[in-house]
């Protein structure tokens, strides 16, 4: 079975912790506690929305033999990385401006965009902690500046194909896809979201353009992990997704 380098890669670095927590954002301590933003697919979403289902994985792997995320990221998707350094640039002076600037500085090399380390750039197959950090509207004068989720439940699987599969597992607003190698300081995440406690499965990137996430991994700290969404088609103009064993 084909195994690209990055799962070679994947299986030295095996990790494990799980968790899950209750699904409203926590308040920051900041001018005013935010809202809980609703899923934007079920505004009454129960505080604990059941894991959907995962698609049975193809002898010959889910990356349709490659391991090039620009021969499967859509054009629209992928210049989105292109402007990575102005929605970070954006992301945090909004969400400094609007009164976050403390809950900003508290996350660390979490809200650093330069933080990026070298070696082990992805997460190992195994489970983890992680959690939702939004950062600037997505349309001006609507929604929150800055929005903190409580800690959830994801995982990382290789697949008997070769592929290096990231799944958040838990909460209102899931997502599973593909890693993918870029540079030595980043790796690229091509998937799409599931919302709600009503969706079961997961849908297959491409399958719907407003779930679609493309972002870059990076490692900020031992065994600390980022999934960064620049642009996100939802609520924000960047979303952290940190991983951590």
């Given at each position: ?67 090039s995320w620009r021969q499967v990221a859509k ?38 965009p330069n933080a990026a380390q070298t070696g ?45 599969v990231l799944t958040k597992t838990t909460g ?74």
């Amino acid at each position: 079975m084909r195994r690209t380098p990055l799962a070679v890669l994947a299986l030295m670095t095996t990790t494990a912790l799980a968790a899950c927590g209750d699904d409203r954002p926590a308040s920051p301590a900041a001018p005013a506690s935010p809202a809980t933003p609703a899923s934007p697919a079920d505004p009454a979403t129960p505080a604990s929305a059941a894991a959907p289902q995962q698609p049975a994985t193809p002898a010959g792997g889910m990356q349709g033999g490659t391991d090039s995320w620009r021969q499967v990221a859509k054009a629209a998707d992928a210049s989105l990385l292109g402007r990575l350094d102005q929605a970070w640039r954006m992301a945090r002076a909004e969400a400094e401006d609007g009164g976050f600037s403390r809950q900003v500085e508290a996350l660390g090399p979490l809200a650093d965009p330069n933080a990026a380390q070298t070696g082990r750039i992805q997460p190992g197959p195994g489970t983890y902690r992680c959690r939702t950090i939004k950062m600037g509207r997505r349309v001006e004068g609507q929604g929150l500046a800055y929005v903190e989720y409580p800690w959830f439940a994801c995982s990382v699987e290789l697949t008997p194909g070769g592929d290096l599969v990231l799944t958040k597992t838990t909460g209102s607003q899931r997502t599973r896809g593909l890693i993918y190698p870029d540079s030595e300081r980043r790796a690229v995440y091509v998937g799409a979201q599931a919302w709600g406690a009503d969706e079961k499965t997961f849908p297959a990137y491409g399958d719907k353009a407003e779930r679609d996430q493309v972002g870059v991994i990076e490692r900020i700290g031992q065994n600390r992990w980022r999934l960064v969404l620049p642009w996100p088609k939802q609520e924000a103009k960047l979303e952290l997704l940190e991983i951590t064993g």
